[in-house]
Structures are given as C-alpha cells and as structure tokens.
C-alpha cells in the first residue's frame, strides 16, 4: 500500500482536462477553450525548465490571464534542481499545478533526456518530484505512457507509478499506450501504438488509492462520462484542440453546472476583448484566430467562414473589427 493516498473528489477540476499540447495550448487557444468551459483544467504547452532557468523573458513563457485558472504548467526536464526552480516560479507566477511530462517520445526531447524516456529513470523521476514538492506547495502530476520500448509490462508500469507516488506525486495521466523511441516519430507514437485503456483500469484497480486520469482517444462528452465511470479523470487532447464546438457541455454534463446557451458566435464575442488586448502588447489578430477557425465547422458555409477569417486575420494589420464582423455575421446566419 502506498501511503501517499488520496481521496477523489467528485467535482474537482481534473475531472476533465485539455491535454497539454506543444504549437496548440498556447494561452490564446486557453482563453478561447475557457469560453467553452469554465471548469476543466486548462494545461500549459511544455515549458522546459532549462529554457526557464536561461531565459531572459520568462513573462513570455509563464503569462496567462486570470481567466484561465484552473491551469496546470507542464514541465520538462530531468535536473531536479532546475525543476525545483521551475516549480518554485511556477507557484509564484500563479499557476494551480505542475505537470511532469513524461510521455513525449520526440528526437529532441529524448536528445535531452526528458520526456517518455524518463520511463526507464524511475529513481530520476522520483528525485524531480521529491524537490519539485519541497520547493512548492501546489499539486505535482505526472503525465505519461504505459510503457516504451521493450519496458513495456504491468509490473513496470505498476512500479513506476509506486515509485512516484512515495516520492509525493499527487496525481497520474495516462496515455494509453506505449512509446517507441527508436523507430516512430511523435505524430506515429499518438496513433500506431495500440490504445490499451483495460491496462490502465489494472492499474487503477491495483492502486485505488491513487488518483489516475485516462488519455488517448477520448472524443466526446459521453466518452469522458464512460471513462469517469471507472478512473478518476478524463484527459482530451486532439478532439479540443480540432473541434472545441462539441465540448460546450462539458461545464452541465460533467460538473453539474447550469450553463446559459453557447453559440459560436458568442464565444467569438467573448474572446474579441483577449484579442484587443493581444494586439495592445504587440501580438497579432492570427495569434487567436487561427484556434477560432476549429470553431467553425458543421454548419453550412462553414468552409467559406474559416476561407474568410484566415484570409483577412493573417493580415499583420488585421484588427478585431474582423472577429466583430465574423461574429455578427454567424449570429445573423443563427450559429
Ligand atoms: C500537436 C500535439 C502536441 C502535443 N504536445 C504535447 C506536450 O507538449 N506534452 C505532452 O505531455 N503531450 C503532448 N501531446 C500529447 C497529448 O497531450 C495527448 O497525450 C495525446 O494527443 C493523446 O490524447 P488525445 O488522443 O486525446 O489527443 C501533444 C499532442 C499533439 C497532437
């Protein structure tokens, strides 16, 4: 038994989760997924904790907006030290929790040392934690595969999460399925490995103690109810980011929030004052407009909207006027 135990709680954050991904979850797409949702817990991309302690600009790595609590920080790294500090920044930037990424299969990541094969250095894993929650007081997860290479059985995987838990790891993402390291790139380690969620279930029946979330092919709102049957958390990654529209229930159907009716054009609203602001720091329309496009599918003319708004936003002197315009336009057409 391991005796870092916690208790579930029924309508905590992580019951639903927007996956972390790297040119996706930047804080615009943030901004707009928390007009969808107020409750999910919203992750960061992968900030490296090398690139944190380097960095001379850490405002633009670290900032979000206040609207995006709850949000989670990933980190990348395998110096505990340096994670420590990142931890540390991380808690005082604002940030709910810390993420450890341990399931990112890329060349570059395992060039240094970090990410899925961080799986074959359980002891290194533990230390990153151990200093991570001594440098900080909020919630450490872990992020990760079932396995990679040939470190790919039950017992591994059951002694990994061991291992994490004793060393204060307060809650587990699962990705399930294997990585492989030699052989397959990023995009083929989301899709080739079979996904194997009743190896997960064994792992939750194992360990009931611990709080355990599913990730992998997990595409609507009746998916996650499924998935919340059995673990204690549902992670959604490529289904948010390509198709954020059908997760507009999340908020009544799986926190038992009332909700006022969304529309697509209400949340292009919402976002216009984000948009406003992005452009008064120097940052362009196409920063958030290039996430609104996913927005726009499944009603008639969908592929005209999105010709429209990516033509005009990419323009580097584009303004909200033509969110505003997008926006009214969808409202006439009843979206
Ligand atoms: C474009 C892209 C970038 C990703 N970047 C990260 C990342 O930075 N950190 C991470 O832990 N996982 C990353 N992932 C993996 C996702 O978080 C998630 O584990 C994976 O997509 C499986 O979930 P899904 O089937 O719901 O998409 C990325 C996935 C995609 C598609």
């Not at 395998?78 to 005082?92: F, G, S, T, V, Y």
């Not at 009332?258 to 008064?280: C, G, V």
Request: contains cysteine; proline residues 4%; aromatic residues 6%.
């Amino acid at each position: 038994m391991i005796s870092n135990s916690f208790k579930t709680n029924e309508l905590a954050n992580y019951r639903l989760s927007i996956a972390p991904m790297m040119d996706c979850t930047d804080r615009h797409f943030r901004v707009l997924m928390r007009q969808i949702t107020k409750r999910s817990l919203l992750y960061t991309e992968m900030i490296v904790a090398q690139a944190l302690h380097y960095s001379n600009n850490r405002n633009k790595l670290l900032d979000f907006d206040e609207i995006e609590h709850p949000i989670s920080i990933q980190l990348g790294g395998d110096n505990p030290n340096l994670l420590a500090e990142a931890a540390k920044m991380a808690e005082d930037w604002g940030y709910d929790e810390i993420n450890l990424n341990v399931g990112c299969p890329s060349p570059k990541v395992k060039s240094g040392n970090f990410g899925a094969c961080l799986m074959g250095k359980p002891k290194i894993v533990a230390k990153c934690i151990e200093n991570m929650k001594k440098s900080c007081n909020i919630p450490i997860t872990v992020k990760h595969r079932l396995g990679i290479d040939n470190l790919d059985n039950d017992d591994y995987l059951i002694k990994f999460v061991d291992t994490c838990a004793i060393a204060g790891a307060n809650r587990f993402i699962v990705h399930a399925r294997k990585a492989w390291l030699n052989g397959l790139n990023p995009k083929e380690n989301r899709t080739i490995p079979p996904l194997q969620y009743e190896r997960v279930e064994k792992l939750k029946n194992k360990r009931p103690e611990l709080l355990i979330e599913l990730n992998g092919g997990i595409n609507t709102i009746n998916d996650c109810i499924k998935t919340l049957k059995i673990f204690d958390g549902a992670m959604v990654g490529r289904a948010a980011y390509t198709h954020p529209f059908i997760w507009t229930n999340i908020d009544p159907m799986i926190f038992g929030e009332t909700q006022d009716y969304q529309s697509r054009s209400k949340i292009i609203k919402k976002i216009i004052p984000f948009a406003q602001k992005n452009l008064e720091n120097n940052g362009r329309l196409w920063d958030i407009s290039k996430h609104v496009l996913n927005l726009i599918e499944n009603i008639p003319n969908a592929k005209a909207f999105r010709k429209e708004l990516s033509e005009k936003c990419q323009n580097s002197k584009a303004d909200v006027s033509i969110l505003k315009n997008i926006a009214q336009q969808l409202e006439d057409a009843g979206h």
